[in-house]
């Protein structure tokens, strides 16, 4: 493995919920795709889980060594959860040729949350 880029980020949970309390469904609606959504809603506390998903996301476009107005934007990248409960990013096609373009080849998800906090850490790799 080669490793093309890394990317790192850590986000206050209760900064997330106050957005999510704030904005409600224009917020959630502009950061995360409708599984996401659906997913994070299901739980009793829906913080730590859009938190970490924010991080994951943030972490990606640094990766890249991108910003989120790239060509890669928020809704083109989402954070799931394998069979065993592994979190994954699925990227839109647009994002994955975007990357495809880049020499990417894969990318990993670490996701973690403490306390206050969730961080999220992303490897790209060529």
């Known amino acids: 493995m080669a490793?093309?880029?890394v990317g790192i980020d850590l986000v206050r949970?209760?900064?997330i919920s106050r957005l999510v309390g704030r904005w409600g469904d224009r917020?959630?609606?502009r950061v995360f795709t409708e599984s996401e959504r659906e997913a994070c809603s299901r739980r009793t506390n829906h913080g730590p889980c859009f938190a970490m998903r924010f991080a994951a996301k943030e972490a990606f476009v640094k990766a890249l060594g991108l910003g989120m107005r790239s060509p890669v934007q928020w809704l083109d990248i989402q954070v799931r959860n394998d069979p065993l409960g592994k979190p994954i990013i699925s990227l839109s096609p647009r994002a994955e040729a975007y990357c495809a373009g880049r020499g990417v080849t894969a990318w990993h998800?670490?996701?973690t949350d403490e306390g206050e906090y969730a961080a999220a850490v992303v490897v790209l790799e060529r």
């Open 109 to 111: 998800l670490s996701l």
């Open 27 to 29: 917020f959630l609606a």
């Open 13 to 15: 949970i209760e900064r």
């Open 3 to 5: 490793v093309l880029g």
